[in-house]
């Protein structure tokens, strides 16, 4: 099956190159896993710690010495079965947004939007995502790398600065862990939207 | 004659088609190898500043919605070359094809844009954006140009960056979208929301198959014209606006084939098969929930029930989270949503008489 395979040049004109070439379906190595090295995978398990993926990605938890992220369920995004009352209306600030001691769901002007599930299970996390909609979706924002733009607060404009290399790697490294099946919510409009 | 009949009937511009397929040609020259600066040089136009005769103007019967933009558009064919139409559904066209469109609000020129295949094999974007006095268009940068001018109250119109373009032309099985059979066909839906009149000169797919502009010539498109497979016109016209407005992401080919959702048309499907969106989206389940409705009352498409339909919810929203498409776009195809809306009432509900209780 013919496949594109895309890659825009960055330069000062508005100018993208498709190359129409044959791959193989993309189904033949979704995540890239196969071919991920273990010096990759390490490198990308660096990187989410630093980059603080944890901190929005990973629901918190109250343990003993205080919020601590639940790594049983890290990576997994906003838990599905954690019911929240509707977002505080906060007007026209200073305040403007709020976010749920879990840290995965954020109200704002942009309406109610939740940490979404990066392990690979097939059908709530990254699993069905190639290594291309990953840098897709984190240079040009859009969900899925094609869709609506990606809510704040995930901190894509910063990411997007990162190397293809260390975005591989990234992905490589979420790819590896093991898949947790938890559908996080779509985002929620603002009130006023319709 | 054939031929002599089909210039007499569509006025003389085809006689660029008239190149025909045959001995195989030096590659063509001058193929810009990245995007000139301005408009004026990328060989739309004639000294005299009229469209080069080389350039044949077309109108895909099912245009894109760009929230009422007047559109233009032009196909430049390396002479003596066809396009590769072996498989029917992802033409592949000559090196050196560069197509353009012209976007214009209120009169007003705001951008044309074009697409080309360099000797490489690959496909390059870019955008040009008019002046003040429409003399000519600069070279947009890569991130485009977010809200340039305002079209509606309060609403205004982006020029897209790179990663636009390709959101679009990068996810179907050929990156041209609106040069193929059934966006050609000379069997015209009467009922395509914001249809383009076909003017004397314009490209149709009979006239590509006469002047042998295809390999294999595929004679039974002239014969037997591509149509949307429906029972009836409103299915037939909603089908087809769905193929063309949102069936480059949604298909089955793509990498958002994931979703299952299939929109577009297959213009290699057999006569019989049911369209795709029909398959894929009628009585389906997706992973979006109309705001309300919740899991049990949300489905791609609830036949009869419009307000169930995830499908109509997103086309009428342009909430950015949950408007369809998800770009390109800041107003409502009021026209085309009343066509999708008609279409979804007449599906019989079949076995999902449950989704007609009110549950929002």
Same mark, same amino acid.
């Given at each position: 099956?013919?496949?594109?395979?895309?890659?825009?040049?960055?330069?000062?004109?508005?100018?993208?190159?498709?190359?129409?070439?044959?791959?193989?379906?993309?189904?033949?190595?979704?995540?890239?896993?196969?071919?991920?090295?273990?010096?990759?995978?390490?490198?990308?398990?660096? +990187?989410?710690?630093?980059?603080?993926?944890?901190?929005?990605?990973?629901?918190?938890?109250?343990?003993?010495?205080?919020?601590?992220?639940?790594?049983?369920?890290?990576?997994?995004?906003?838990?599905?079965?954690?019911?929240?009352?509707?977002?505080?209306?906060?007007?026209?600030?200073?305040?403007?947004? #709020?976010?749920?001691?879990?840290?995965?769901?954020?109200?704002?002007?942009?309406?109610?939007?939740?940490?979404?599930?990066?392990?690979?299970?097939?059908?709530?996390?990254?699993?069905?995502?190639?290594?291309?909609?990953?840098?897709?979706?984190?240079?040009?924002?859009?969900?899925?790398?094609?869709?609506?733009?990606?809510?704040?607060?995930?901190?894509?404009?910063?990411?997007?600065?990162?190397?293809?290399?260390?975005?591989?790697?990234?992905?490589?490294?979420?790819?590896?862990?093991?898949?947790?099946?938890?559908?996080?919510?779509?985002?929620?409009?603002?009130?006023?939207?319709? | 004659?054939?031929?002599?009949?089909?210039?007499?009937?569509?006025?003389?511009?085809?006689? #660029? +088609?008239?190149?025909?397929?045959?001995?195989?040609?030096?590659?063509?020259?001058?193929?810009?190898?990245?995007?000139?600066?301005?408009?004026?040089?990328?060989?739309?136009?004639?000294?005299?500043?009229?469209?080069?005769?080389?350039?044949?103007?077309?109108?895909?019967?099912?245009?894109?919605?760009?929230?009422?933009?007047?559109?233009?558009?032009?196909?430049?064919?390396?002479?003596?070359?066809?396009?590769?139409?072996?498989?029917?559904?992802?033409?592949?066209?000559?090196?050196?094809?560069?197509?353009?469109?012209?976007?214009?609000?209120?009169?007003?020129?705001?951008?044309?844009?074009?697409?080309?295949?360099?000797?490489?094999?690959?496909?390059?974007?870019?955008?040009?954006?008019?002046?003040?006095?429409?003399?000519?268009?600069?070279?947009?940068?890569?991130?485009?140009?977010?809200?340039?001018?305002?079209?509606?109250?309060?609403?205004?119109?982006?020029?897209?960056?790179?990663?636009?373009?390709?959101?679009?032309?990068?996810?179907?099985?050929?990156?041209?979208?609106?040069?193929?059979?059934?966006?050609?066909?000379?069997?015209?839906?009467?009922?395509?929301?914001?249809?383009?009149?076909?003017?004397?000169?314009?490209?149709?797919?009979?006239?590509?198959?006469?002047?042998?502009?295809?390999?294999?010539?595929?004679?039974?498109?002239?014969?037997?014209?591509?149509?949307?497979?429906?029972?009836?016109?409103?299915?037939?016209?909603?089908?087809?606006?769905?193929?063309?407005?949102?069936?480059?992401?949604?298909?089955?080919?793509?990498?958002?084939?994931?979703?299952?959702?299939?929109?577009?048309?297959?213009?290699?499907?057999?006569?019989?098969?049911?369209?795709?969106?029909?398959?894929? #989206?009628?009585?389906?389940?997706?992973?979006?929930?109309?705001?309300?409705?919740?899991?049990?009352?949300?489905?791609?498409?609830?036949?009869?029930?419009?307000?169930?339909?995830?499908?109509?919810?997103?086309?009428?929203?342009?909430?950015?989270?949950?408007?369809?498409?998800?770009?390109?776009?800041?107003?409502?195809?009021?026209?085309?949503?009343?066509?999708?809306?008609?279409?979804?009432?007449?599906?019989?509900?079949?076995?999902?008489?449950?989704?007609?209780?009110?549950?929002?």
């Amino acid at each position: 099956m013919p496949q594109h395979s895309i890659s825009a040049r960055r330069g000062c004109a508005v100018a993208a190159t498709l190359a129409l070439t044959l791959l193989p379906a993309i189904a033949a190595d979704p995540g890239g896993t196969a071919s991920a090295s273990g010096a990759q995978i390490a490198r990308g398990a660096y +990187l989410v710690k630093i980059m603080a993926c944890n901190d929005c990605h990973t629901p918190w938890k109250v343990g003993p010495r205080g919020p601590e992220p639940d790594m049983t369920r890290a990576l997994s995004g906003h838990p599905q079965d954690m019911t929240l009352p509707p977002a505080p209306a906060l007007g026209n600030g200073p305040w403007v947004w #709020a976010g749920a001691g879990s840290n995965t769901a954020y109200a704002g002007p942009w309406g109610v939007s939740f940490a979404a599930n990066l392990t690979p299970d097939r059908e709530t996390g990254l699993g069905a995502w190639t290594a291309e909609t990953f840098l897709t979706a984190l240079r040009s924002g859009r969900h899925e790398g094609q869709g609506r733009p990606i809510l704040p607060p995930m901190p894509y404009l910063q990411y997007r600065q990162a190397t293809d290399e260390d975005l591989r790697a990234i992905f490589a490294y979420l790819q590896s862990l093991p898949p947790i099946r938890n559908r996080v919510p779509q985002p929620i409009e603002p009130a006023a939207a319709h | 004659m054939r031929i002599r009949g089909l210039i007499a009937l569509l006025g003389l511009g085809l006689g #660029a +088609l008239a190149g025909g397929a045959g001995a195989v040609s030096p590659l063509p020259t001058g193929i810009p190898v990245s995007a000139p600066q301005r408009l004026s040089e990328t060989g739309l136009y004639a000294p005299d500043g009229s469209i080069d005769p080389r350039n044949l103007p077309y109108a895909p019967q099912y245009p894109l919605w760009t929230d009422g933009a007047a559109k233009a558009r032009w196909i430049r064919l390396p002479e003596g070359t066809a396009i590769d139409v072996s498989d029917a559904d992802a033409w592949s066209f000559p090196i050196g094809t560069i197509l353009w469109k012209e976007f214009a609000f209120g009169g007003r020129k705001v951008e044309t844009r074009m697409i080309w295949r360099t000797e490489a094999g690959t496909w390059e974007f870019a955008t040009y954006v008019w002046n003040q006095e429409q003399s000519d268009a600069i070279l947009a940068p890569a991130d485009g140009l977010p809200d340039l001018v305002e079209i509606a109250p309060g609403r205004r119109h982006s020029i897209p960056g790179v990663a636009d373009c390709l959101a679009c032309h990068g996810s179907s099985p050929s990156p041209v979208l609106g040069f193929s059979a059934i966006q050609l066909s000379d069997d015209r839906d009467p009922l395509a929301p914001h249809a383009e009149p076909l003017r004397p000169g314009m490209v149709t797919l009979r006239a590509l198959v006469d002047f042998q502009r295809l390999d294999p010539p595929r004679r039974e498109w002239a014969d037997d014209p591509p149509r949307i497979r429906a029972g009836d016109p409103v299915a037939r016209a909603a089908l087809g606006y769905l193929s063309a407005n949102c069936g480059h992401c949604h298909n089955d080919r793509g990498p958002l084939a994931r979703l299952g959702l299939a929109l577009r048309h297959d213009d290699s499907g057999a006569p019989d098969a049911p369209e795709r969106a029909v398959a894929t #989206a009628v009585g389906a389940r997706g992973r979006y929930l109309v705001p309300g409705a919740g899991r049990d009352g949300s489905w791609l498409v609830a036949p009869g029930d419009p307000a169930h339909s995830a499908l109509l919810y997103r086309m009428e929203s342009r909430h950015p989270s949950s408007q369809m498409p998800p770009l390109g776009t800041v107003l409502v195809d009021a026209d085309a949503a009343r066509l999708v809306r008609a279409w979804i009432a007449t599906l019989s509900s079949g076995g999902h008489g449950t989704i007609l209780s009110p549950s929002r």
